[in-house]
């Protein structure tokens, strides 16, 4: 599995099939039991700081503000002062991502949607090159996803940077990816890799187009095919 | 807790007419209190015990201070290394069982009659849950926080500090708490064993004198200071670590 | 024979400190009179005290100046036997040191110990009678035990120690000489002695005399010099750690065999002069200790028994 | 660990040598070495110190017991309740601060000079730590395992048995292992204080005959029992709270 | 807002607007600012146990194994050995669920969408008569979550439970519901009602038929008006 610079992978497949241990592996989070991970060119070892990572869980810190917690990154990288300075970056991020006058509410006020909205936003703030997210849109209403989406994209095509996307969503696969990843259930193999030649940017019509249609029912059929029961 | 008090003073009033218990062991609730008025206005009117009291005052802070200094530094190094957690916490352990009296000669050798042994002495009793409560905050952190850590590229340190101490912060005032109270009776012992001008020293004349009322007396004014310590330590932990439901109340 | 049980409580641990029991067991004398002795240890003169009040125990060694006080507090506490006639503490200086004299002392601080309240009320007197008063001549440093005061001297923050006879022996055989410089009239000041409450005394007066006598026997085994083996083979099973240096606690009880010669033989061993209760009652109430005298100061101790006890079988 | 204990036997030795402190105050590490051999040969051939050893120990143990049963309860009652929070925890506190050795004669005086009084004063000393350990741990349950124990209609006995309690585990074993070591520590000051034929008294009578190379000796293997008492805890611990990472070891 | 007895009810709205908490006045948890809750004709002012509640999150136990927390309602409600015999009713759910063979294990090492079924479990196992369900299948792929979705329609059917679903799936609470409450955005208030009168027990192939379709358009144009953005 080669993840070129500036693409969009996804990885769709059954719960439980190792996705979210695949992300981790990838940030060198964990060992792989075989196999291993090169990152431009040098194999991962230990975590890298040019990973933004977004786990399944918010993992928000309850005695930071939104706002703090947003920052966070660019504290730990390069210091307070410039964490203070990154405050309106964050805020520009957080009206983004629809949280704004949240900026100085602590994570025990937000609902389940608007925590993992943050720690989107705390992940883009240091603009990373490699993205792994782990379901983040997973708690979030169609049309809020719809438009991170299409800010992810964005985003992702702004900075040239990977991103590597776990999702259940066929379709959110289909129109951010340039790849998609299909895993077999437990023991999660890839099952088959599928190529989407969308043009891009994408935009949201593109979804009621007939390529777009055969591409979901394409990955759809492959994961019925392993399905669990 | 009023409630609590009269039926304390009723059992402790009903065992002395019964009889059962000499004066020189449990005096009369009445003698008590005669004594705590005047131990009360002595010291309100600047009589002599203010002096010792004053004394006391300043080893139970010093040590306070340094006990919490130096808990919390020892407890990162067994919390946060393994070779503090392998090689230098069966030391503190060991040290801490030892009787702290047998150590009372040494620091009176080291430092003297004056205030800085009995600070020794005190610091050393509270220091040690201030150890083991910072080292156990340590542990408290959960996996996906780590892992965020990692993946930010974190030193070592600035996990630490920005997220391994302030999830740890709950266990932090456990082992405060009961370092706050660990000072004053480390004090108080630091008194009795040698030197010092203390409390501890009058506490210590009344009860060769067998003034067991005066001693009792002394000692309920050293329980409220004990106390007023105790709830400042409370009251920073609901201050700082906010998050967290540190009340029995609005829970039910 | 019915054993009566006897629970007899001491200020310290050690045997040798209390012989006449040790050895009194030891020979059968309590066995003979029909009581089984349990020893125990407090720490200091108060405890003791607090133990005899309870009822804990029946018969143990304060000394004098808090058996007054137990008095003046409604505890009725009764001084039996001195064992200590001659003074039990010393002010003691180094070997080396220049004092000679209390009033060389003038201007520096004197340790004082922790065991007991006695010594201090014991230094005042002396040094009050050489015209010193703290804080403006001396000033009193409580240093706890032999350990600490030798710390003290180390650091130069005491000159003198008020210590017990133990002590001195103790800090001499350790390789720290120390001079006796009490004046020989204040060996009046009477040491730690046997005592029980009046109540116990006045509803076993038999038991009381059971036990003197017997303390008496053992006495009088322990300074027959022929015995010593047997003596020190008694105190070690009191106390095996005590015992262990056979050199070591026979010079400790040397010492405390020294100090136990009565002032007048003929009045037989136990006797306590009522000159030298006014004497150690005077000073409690000239130091401040004791809040009033005491209306009458022949209910702290009774001789009542010493005739019998000294009248041998 | 093996370094730490040479270089601190070596600036033992070098303060030894260097004259500064009196061996009665610090003996030499070889005097202490041979009173370790002495004390342990006594030991194992079954002399005079195997009585008090165990004396000491049983005290410890049964003060261990009664201390983690009543810190359990009295932590439950203070954690659990605002009757306990507000009415109970004042007393304890200011109990907690009082100078135990004023205790010492009231324990002899009503539980007499048997064990019982050493295993009350040892209770006493190692009970609030672990008062203070439960009663954090009550609070520490998150807001959604509160809500979901309601909605089953747990009623709050439940709430606190199966889901309070365990999660505040960590925290009650911080508060016990501090507990732990203060129980011997209980031990011999009640051994000190008054009778009681336990390795307390060994240590009185060497320290009173100023032999410090045995009172250190004698130290040395309480602090032993000490650590073993911890490290049971330790391991109880590891063994009861699976689910926390208890240990540095495998974690970077 | 009545639900009927038996009724299913869904709820819709986006990120933030009070649907959680909405759910956790009806369950008694949270006291309402205004109005009042009733169930059955009596006001509910404290929890009852005759709901079951599953949250946004998971909060599954870690001193207990999968089995272990799923009988816990049935421990709490008739004690230990009413749980023993409930095993085998768990294990038929953990089946159900996908779980099988996860029993003995310990919630630490289940996956983010694992927990979650673990959850449902839990909560179906005392079988309550009123089901408040926040967003219990979020993190699951579309295959299961359709399956997961016919299952707790059948529950629901046989044991003629009143549930009350929140999701952001607007296909799901078409599928599922009699009732679908469109919420509007913060400060959030019931935008519009939506009867659902497909027939029961509904199937898959529904999702196809043009009734649906029109019913989803519906919806998703009402949450498009109260749009965030
Ligand atoms: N503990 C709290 N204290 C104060 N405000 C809170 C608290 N919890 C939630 N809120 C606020 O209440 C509002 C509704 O939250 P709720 O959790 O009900 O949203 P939701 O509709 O479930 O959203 P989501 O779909 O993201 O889970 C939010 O604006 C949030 O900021
Ligand atoms: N800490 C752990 N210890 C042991 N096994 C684990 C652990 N965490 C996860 N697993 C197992 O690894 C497998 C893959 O888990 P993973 O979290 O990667 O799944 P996933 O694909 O992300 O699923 P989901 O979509 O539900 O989040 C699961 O079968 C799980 O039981
Ligand atoms: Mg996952
Ligand atoms: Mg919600």
């Known amino acids: 599995m080669t993840l070129r610079e500036g693409s969009f992978s996804s990885v769709i497949g059954s719960s439980g099939c190792g996705k979210s241990t695949l992300l981790k592996i990838m940030a060198g989070l964990v060992p792989p039991s075989a196999g291993s991970v090169m990152l431009e060119g040098r194999p991962v070892t230990g975590p890298r700081e040019d990973i933004g990572m977004m786990f399944q869980q918010a993992t928000l810190f309850p005695w930071r503000t939104v706002i703090e917690n947003i920052v966070l990154p660019i504290e730990i990288r390069d210091g307070k002062k410039a964490a203070a300075a990154a405050h309106d970056k964050a805020r520009a991020l957080l009206d983004m991502a629809g949280l704004k006058g949240f900026e100085s509410v602590y994570p025990n006020e937000l609902s389940g949607g608007m925590a993992q909205r943050a720690a989107i936003c705390r992940m883009l703030v240091s603009e990373p090159s490699v993205l792994l997210l782990d379901e983040p849109f997973s708690a979030l209403d169609e049309l809020t996803r719809d438009f991170m989406n299409m800010e992810l994209q964005r985003i992702c095509m702004e900075r040239n940077a990977t991103a590597f996307l776990v999702t259940h969503s066929i379709p959110e696969a289909v129109i951010l990816s340039d790849v998609v990843y299909c895993m077999s259930p437990r023991p999660g193999r890839i099952a088959e890799i599928v190529e989407i030649d969308l043009p891009r940017p994408r935009t949201l019509d593109m979804i009621t187009t007939p390529k777009f249609g055969a591409l979901v029912d394409r990955i759809r059929k492959q994961l019925d095919e392993g399905a669990f029961l | ?252 | 024979q019915e054993m009566t049980r006897v629970t007899y409580v001491s200020p310290s641990p050690s045997a040798i400190n209390s012989f006449p029991i040790f050895v009194g067991i030891g020979e059968g004398y309590f066995a003979e009179e029909g009581i089984e002795v349990d020893p125990q240890a407090v720490n200091g003169s108060s405890a003791i005290l607090q133990a005899l009040a309870s009822g804990q125990a029946q018969i143990g060694r304060p000394g004098p100046a808090p058996v007054i006080q137990a008095n003046a507090r409604g505890v009725a506490v009764k001084f039996l036997y001195n064992s200590l006639p001659r003074s039990s503490f010393g002010i003691l200086v180094p070997e080396a040191a220049e004092f000679d004299s209390p009033d060389d002392l003038k201007g520096t601080s004197i340790g004082v110990g922790t065991a007991d309240g006695a010594e201090v009320g014991f230094a005042r007197a002396i040094l009050n009678s050489f015209g010193m008063s703290e804080p403006a001549d001396y000033e009193f440093i409580p240093v706890g035990d032999g350990g600490t005061a030798t710390a003290g001297f180390i650091r130069e923050e005491i000159s003198a120690y008020v210590g017990s006879l133990a002590d001195k022996a103790i800090l001499t055989y350790r390789g720290w000489p120390m001079r006796d410089i009490t004046p020989e009239e204040f060996q009046t000041l009477f040491g730690n002695g046997y005592a029980a409450t009046a109540e116990y005394i006045e509803a076993n007066p038999e038991i009381i005399e059971g036990f003197g006598r017997a303390m008496v026997r053992a006495t009088l085994f322990t300074r027959d010099p022929a015995n010593r083996e047997r003596v020190l083979d008694h105190l070690a099973a009191g106390n095996p750690q005590e015992g262990e240096d056979r050199e070591f606690a026979n010079a400790l009880l040397e010492a405390v065999l020294e100090k136990g010669v009565p002032h007048d033989m003929s009045k037989g061993w136990g006797y306590q002069d009522p000159e030298h209760w006014q004497a150690w009652h005077d000073n409690m109430v000239a130091s401040g200790e004791l809040e009033a005298p005491l209306p009458d100061l022949s209910v702290v101790y009774t001789n009542e028994f010493v005739e019998k006890w000294n009248t041998l079988p």
Chains 1, 5 share one sequence.
Not at chain 2, 56 to 63: C, D, G, I, N, Q
Not at chain 2, 162 to 174: A, R, S, V, W, Y
């Open chain 2, 1 to 252: 807790m009023a409630t609590i008090f009269i039926v304390f003073v009723g059992i402790w009033y009903a065992t002395h007419i019964s009889g059962l218990v000499s004066p020189i062991i449990l005096p009369s609730p009445m003698d008590t209190a005669e004594e705590i008025l005047f131990v009360g206005n002595n010291l309100l009117t600047g009589g002599y015990m203010l002096g010792p009291l004053w004394m006391t005052l300043k080893e139970v802070f010093y040590a306070f201070i340094l006990a919490t200094a130096l808990g919390f530094s020892l407890g990162v190094l067994v919390g946060e290394t393994t070779f503090g957690e392998r090689a230098v916490m069966p030391y503190l352990v060991a040290i801490d069982t030892m009787p702290k009296v047998a150590f009372a000669p040494l620091f009176i050798a080291w430092l003297g009659f004056g205030i800085e042994s009995k600070v020794a002495l005190a610091t050393f009793i509270a220091t040690f849950p201030i150890i083991v409560g910072t080292a156990a905050g340590l542990h408290a952190a959960d996996e996906n926080a780590r892992m965020l850590f990692k993946t930010m590229g974190a030193t070592r340190w600035q996990t630490l500090v920005k997220m391994k101490l302030p999830t740890g912060m709950p266990h932090f005032f456990t082992g405060l708490k009961i370092g706050s109270v660990g000072v004053m009776a480390g004090a108080i012992t630091g008194e009795f064993l040698g030197g010092g001008k203390g409390f501890g020293e009058l506490i210590r004349v009344a009860s060769t004198n067998l003034d067991t009322a005066r001693v009792f007396a002394l000692i309920i004014y050293l329980s409220l200071i004990g106390l007023a310590i105790f709830m400042t330590v409370v009251w920073a932990q609901r201050r700082f670590v906010f998050w967290q439901k540190s009340s029995v109340m609005g829970d039910h």
